[in-house]
């Protein structure tokens, strides 16, 4: 595997440089080509530019790194060509009499809240996600407030999210709108798509569209990847890290006929390190390996209407953690050290299909079709756990109008099917989980100030029963700039205990399903109700745009398996009794100071409460305030298309509760909360030209860390061994480097 | 006889209704300047029965229509949008109406025409 990676490094590169270019621009004219004279032909985002003689002809300096050519005349449709090499241009301009559709553009923000969705959502562009480290989507919210990021434990390095105060198993994640990141995925699977391979994404706050399932109680976010139409020729980046972390990038894009495109996009990674910091005999960060190589293949007929992606995915993925001195091949079931591995090999294989009806444009249809196949083999210490994981999704969807365009339907049907075998310890875990649904949704658009969504799903699930699905968004524009949003849902799971507790191997806790026979895991499916408020006004200040957005969402839980981890020694599981809930409230503050240099600050409130055997309490590690602040600056682009940009990221995060009584909790150090922990990233990237760019930066600056994070780690085959009790960052300061290169 | 001619009666229109064409698209020109425009054009296109959609083209002035040909027609849709305040190519829009409309947005005069060419709508 390691050799692999080697070799992605000697990818071929040549560059050819020659002085200029020569071309013609025409016209269509009853069914003939003729030539067009005062053409505007220049390279974007550069002042080199010409116009066309009376013969349509034209002479332009060329350089390798323009890529780029425009073309555009007055009543003539602007084209933009890709020109890679300095050969003789021909092109013929189409007069905009005959276009259906037109295209804007201007300078996009980054990150850009709707202020015309009735949903709340925000989507974070490709440049938002190259401004910190975003080695893999789980680290791509780090200069977003939407998602709370933090360590699941302190041995298997991975990150766990969080949207509303709930943990990622309540948010629906969706690749290109297909619900990926589920079931045996559900711990390390943001880990397992590369941050080069997505081109933006896209979080929804509340619950989401009937049109995606009934999963998603607190939120979605959906990652749109890259296609091979729109996406580089070559791409390569490297990173690497002080904490040993070394990363390798590769995609190649090609057209291989008219119609259709194909990319390749591999990664690979690895720590070989062996760092332990605070010296408490436990390795800070896991020892891993991890290729990923993902093939798409695009169809676009544009006359007909088609568009198809047929996409497949392997994966590998390593990790060894534990006591430095483990070694797998001796100590794997003895108590002579405490180690851990998770190895994981997983295929993924999905087809998109859409066609629009040409003539009546609003006429549109989808299907969806995805296959995985999950297969988890793990232990850590001396509890084992392994999970496979089949699944197979199918939606079929259909767009039309009633009436005129103000009056959107969206309405279809669903398939799913789950196979989960699972050993956990000794125990084996199988079952099958089907589904067939029905879906039916309304969009109201008056033009103006008015835009909401109601929509409804029915499914038939095996073990969920018969239920319906409501949905209900909308957003209203009183005055200019502002948009209140109103949201309200229904979201029923079915919980995967183990797979989404699975940090609580890593400890002496023994687990106890209490349960009422029912269905999973005997146990009940979890339900929750959604609901939320949202204010979002655009203003000047000081002749600077600015918004400010203030949130309000509830979660309500109907039933929900409590994770009950009051008792030190144990994790029971048991159907809720009582109120479970979540309140959240955000106040965020958008400001472009001044040209090029923007602002972000965000002030969150939690109080999330479950109610436990022992008695309604906070729930544990989740804080009550968190604030935030990012800015951003980067310099005017020079001449050959450089320059500088800076990024810096603050995040401070309140105490937080810790599960068990104070004087247990004073026996092993600690108190009932937490400290707060505030951390500081930062990031400085040096564009070279649209082709090359460097850049270095830092995590967790300030140098905090949480002391002795493992509890029990003298002893870790003892009655009081966790390493679950982590309130903050686990490894100090680490700084890393890397560059982008991009050939078109 | 008469049920014969009642037949061939219902039968020829039957056939004129089809032969209208209930998708049917057209381009035309509408003058404007900005996005409120664009809101305020699309809205006026729609508000005429028998419109599907409606959109207008910033830059080019084009506005792209589908509607039902047996429900309404080209001069009644440009007569809604004249209403509204904007000139079309066959229906100028009465300058009582054309003096309410937003200032930012009085697509006559040429200093705010010039004042919206680097928008960055």
Partial sequence: MKNFIYILLLLPLSIFSQEKIYGVIAETLDNKEVPLSGANVYWLNTSIGTVTDFDGNFEIPYKSEYRKLVVSFIGYKTDTLTVNGPKKIKHVLQ???????????SRQKASARSFIQSANVLNVSSAELLKAACCNLAESFGTNPSIDVNFADAISGTRQIKMLGLTSPYILITTENVPSIRGASQAYGLSFIPGTWVESIQITKGAGSVVNGYESIAGQINAELQKPSTDDKLFVNAYGSGDGRLELNTHLNTKVSDKWSTGLYLHGNMRESELDKNDDSFLDMPIMQQINMMNRWQYTDQEKGYVGFFNFRYLNDEKLTGQSFFDPKKDRGTTTAWGSEIKTQRFDASVKLGVVNTDIPWQTGGLQLAYSHHNQESYFGLNDYNIEHNSLYANLIYNSIIGDSRHKIKMGLSGTYDGYEELVLTENYNRSEKSAGAFFEYNFDNLGDLNFNAGIRADVHNTLGTFLTPRFHLRYTPWEKSAFRISA???KRSANIFTENQQYFASSRVF???????KNYGLNPEIAWNYGLSYLQGFNLFNRKADITFDFYRTDFVNQIV????????????????????????????????EHFDLRLAYKFYDVQTTYLSG????????????????SYETFLSKSGGNWRFDATFNYVGEQRFASTESYLSTIGLSEFSPSVSTLNAQITKVFSPNFELYVGGENITNVKQNNPIIGSDNPFGSSFDTTYVYGPIFGSSYYAGLRYRLN | MKKVFLILSVLFIGATGYAQNKNAKATIEVDGVCGMCKERIEKASIQAKGVKSAVWNVQTHELDLIYNESRTDLTKIQQSIANSGHDTQDIKADDLV??????????????VVEDHLDDDH
């Fill in chain 1, 95 to 105: 007069s905009t009499a005959n276009l259906d559709e037109v295209t804007l553009r």
């Fill in chain 1, 489 to 491: 849902g229904r979201g």
């Fill in chain 1, 512 to 518: 106890h399903i209490m349960g009422n026979g029912g």
């Fill in chain 1, 563 to 594: 994770v009950d981890i009051e008792n030190p020694m144990e994790v029971n599981f048991y159907n809720l009794e009582g109120d479970s809930y979540s309140n959240n409230f955000q106040a965020e503050f958008n400001y472009s100071v001044f």
């Fill in chain 1, 616 to 631: 309604k309490k906070q729930n544990p590690l989740t804080p009550s305030h968190r604030f935030f602040a990012n800015a």
């Fill in chain 2, 98 to 111: 054309y003096n309410e409309i937003d200032p930012c947005c009085k697509y006559r005069d040429p200093q």
